[in-house]
Structure formats: C-alpha cells, structure tokens
C-alpha cells in the first residue's frame, strides 16, 4: 500500500460515519416531529368511526358500515363495541365519548340473557374490556360487571381435564362443543386472573391456570401442541402445530401471565414452548424468517402458511427480549403487507401467493411495529406504521366508518367494522405515533384485545 493511504482511508472512513450518523439523526428527528401529527390524524379517523357507530349502531355490538345498520353477535346487545372501544378513547383524551360510552355501559349493559356465546371472544372483549375501563375510570359499576360476567362464564372449565367448553349460556351455564382449540383454552389467565386479584375470588385465577397447566402437560415429547383437543378425553383431534390463529394467544398468555402476576410456572411453560417454536417452526427463506406449520409429534413441515394473525408474534418475542427474531420477523409481514398495499389474510410464503385475500381490519402487525419502536427506538417502524395507516385509509373507509376487504388485490369492500377496530387497529396506531409518556408500557400488559390491565400485583 502506497505510502500515506491509511489516514486518507481512515479519514474518508470516518467521514462516512459521521454523515450517516447525521443521517440517523435527521431520521429520528424527522420522525419525532411527524409523530404528534399521525397520533391527531389517527385520532380523527377513531372519531369518524365512531361518530358513523353513535349515528347508525347505538347501543348494540357493531355497524355495518356499508348497509348502514347495526348488528348484534346473539340478537340482542352486549354494547360490544363500547366496551371495546372505551380505553381506547381514554388513552386519546377523548373525555366526552369516553363519559358518553361509560354511561351506555352501565345504563344498558346486562348478561342476564339466555344467550350461549363462544367464551373466548365474551373473555378477551367483554371482561378484558370492563376490567381495562375499571381500572382507568375506577368506576366500580364496571367491575360489579365484570365480576358477574365472571361468574356466568366460570361453567366452561366443568370438564373431566379442566379445560373449557367452547360455549357457555349465560343464564342456564349450559356448555357445549368439547372440541376446543389451544388458544380459545389458553387466553383467559389475564382476564380471570385480574378478576380474582380485584375481587379477592381466587377461583377464576385457578380455573383459567389450570386450564393452561393441562393444556401444556398434554404437549408433544417434542413440545409442540396441535390444533384442536378434545377437552373431555384430552386427546388430540388435529395435530398440525404453528402459531397461527387457534394456537396464537395461548402462547401470548404464557408469557404475559408471568409478567403480570410473576407465576414462575408460566414462565417455565413459556420457555420450554419458545424452545419448540424456534426449532420446529421457524422457517428462512432467501433472506426472509418465517414460522410455518408442523406436525406436533415429529416436527415435520406440513405447510408454508403465514397470515395476518400470525403477526403478532414479533410483540411477543421483543417482548421476551428475543429483539433479532422480532425484528426479523416483522420484516416478513412488512413484505407480506406490500404485496399488494395492504395485508392478506394468508399467504403461501414459500411461493409469495395469496391464499386467503380478505383483510379483516387486524392490528397485530401494527401490535408488532409499536413493540419493537418501544424497544429499539427505530424510527423504522414509525415509517412502517404510517404505510399500515395510509393503506388502511385508503383502501377501508366508507363515509360513516371502515370496512374490511373482501379481496386485497381489488380492494373491493365486506359489510363488517368488527369492536377490535377500536380496541387494538386505531389504538396501536395511536400509541406507535404518540407521546411515550401516553400510556406507560412498562406498567400494563395487553390483553389479547388490546386492553390494557396495570400491572400492579
């Protein structure tokens, strides 16, 4: 090397370091300075939501944004949409629409129906939603609520494991459908759990534990679980494993089960699971990680699905510290999402073809973004939050709210703003561009739903 070339390669070295650590900086202020505009922006599209819900929907679970009318899950209303939506308002300072909700709940409210409802979706929305609202408002109205709720729900773990019935009537307890899936078993611990810390029953916190605990004990030698149990015999009905809808939140409530209560049984379930997962499950391909499908007992690839559900799952691993796996991991749904501006159901990832073009108004790639901006502080994925938020805009308002997508490749509209549009898809969207001092990460933990619970036991 010719005389005096090293400083001259050290100094041009350090001069490219230097710009682009300008760089990074003129990123992250750029970011800062956008972020106050997206969290308002995201605000007035929760009000245009809401406003289309109050005009068209009051009182009952949801609108129909195209047809202009409401919809009730059983016949008659559990205000699902209001219980849903009010954290979310009190997170925005919406005061007024917040009061306004909180009166609807409490005047109109009541689970004194003979109605048999599917527990997992009355668990994560209806008592996440009422202890969340408790815990903010400190309305106690809201908590005589969720206690009954409570109650009227406890009859689905009456089998011989433990595990709980799909079903559950309200009035009578009646359950059905043994058939049950991990995650409709799994993803109850937070909910009952914090009912019993706030009541001082412990008996929701031991049913939906040991729930878990039987679920975990029936894995596979190589700790996998399928897809569907018979919660009677405990025997296995469909064994293909992932992390998919129908196994997703189990997994979710391992981890966040430990964090909030500090159940060391929860954790060791968690990391004995995660060591299966990375193993059996996670898939690269050509610069991308996936996690794919497998047979539980044998660890052989079954299937090369990834959908939208699926997405969640780089929340949960930043949240367990495993950063580079999050962070990879988003990546790919980042892909996924661009294929076609805005993100499918399904798609095969081996091949990048859709399988199921619906897009259901989910949050759970955005859950991820907020996550990981929460612990990298990369303005990245404030970037990737505004590419979720201009094509959810785009492609899904209607002129008195949004609608899914029945087909993301045409982009044509389904008749359906489903309660979880207020509760987790405008909230994470308000929380990834908002102040850090908006909401305390550190001191709650999500439910499923997006509702969050202090933590504080």
């Known amino acids: ?43 007035q599209e929760f009000l245009h939501a809401w406003n289309g819900y109050k005009h068209y929907a009051w009182g009952h679970d949801e609108l129909l944004p195209l047809s202009k009318k409401p919809r009730d899950w059983y016949g008659t209303s559990l205000c699902m949409t209001p219980v849903d939506a009010f954290d979310t308002m009190m997170l925005m300072g919406l005061s007024e629409e917040a009061n306004e909700a909180k009166q609807l709940i409490i005047d109109s409210l009541s689970f004194n129906k003979n109605i048999e409802v599917q527990a997992f979706e009355i668990i994560i929305r209806e008592l996440g939603g009422l202890l969340s609202a408790y815990q903010l408002s400190g309305d106690k109205r809201l908590l005589s609520l969720a206690e009954d709720l409570g109650k009227r ?28 899936n991990p995650a409709e ?85 968690w990391d004995e699971s995660i060591l299966a997962i990375n193993k059996y499950l996670a898939d690269r391909t050509s610069h991308n990680l996936w996690y794919g499908h497998a047979n539980m007992g044998s660890g052989v690839r079954t299937e090369t699905a990834f959908g939208s559900l699926d997405a969640f799952f780089p929340a949960v691993l930043a949240l367990s510290g495993d950063l580079q796996r999050a962070a990879a991991l988003e990546g790919s749904c980042y892909k996924m999402w661009n294929l076609y501006g805005i993100e499918p159901e399904e798609i095969d990832y081996a091949s990048m073809k859709v399988v199921d073009a619906r ?57 359906e703003m489903p309660s979880f549009f207020f509760a987790e898809t405008l909230k994470y969207l308000y929380l990834l561009f908002a102040p850090d001092n908006t909401l305390p990460f550190d001191k709650v933990i999500f439910n499923t739903e997006a509702h ?6």
């Open 153 to 180: 729900l406890l009859p689905i773990y009456n089998s011989r494991t433990g595990m709980p019935y799909r079903y559950v009537n309200l009035v009578t307890g009646r359950i059905r459908d043994s058939i049950n």
């Open 1 to 43: 090397m010719p005389q005096g070339t090293k400083p001259i390669l050290f100094k041009s070295v350090n001069r490219l370091l230097s710009v682009s650590l300008l760089a990074l900086a003129l990123i992250h202020a750029a970011s800062a300075q956008e972020r106050p505009d997206l969290a308002d922006s995201v605000k």
């Open 185 to 269: 078993i799994g993803t109850a611990l937070i909910e009952f759990g914090t009912l019993s810390k706030l009541t001082g029953d412990p008996v929701y916190y031991a049913k939906a534990k040991n729930a878990l605990v039987q679920l975990f004990q029936r894995r596979s030698t190589i700790g996998l679980v399928g897809t569907w149990i018979n919660v009677e015999t405990g025997e296995w009905v469909d064994t293909s494993s992932h992390i998919s809808g129908a196994i997703d939140s189990y997994y979710e409530y391992l981890l966040k089960s430990w964090l909030l209560f500090g159940d060391e049984d929860c954790r060791t379930m």
């Open 359 to 415: 897009y259901f108004l989910r949050p759970e790639i955005i859950e991820s973004a907020y996550y990981l901006r929460h612990f990298t502080g990369d303005p990245k994925y404030v970037d990737m939050g505004k590419t979720f938020f201009r094509g959810i805009e785009r492609y899904c308002r209607t002129d008195d709210g949004y609608a899914y997508l029945k087909d993301v490749t045409t982009k044509e509209q389904g008749d």
């Open 452 to 457: 969050p619970i202090r933590r504080s036991f």
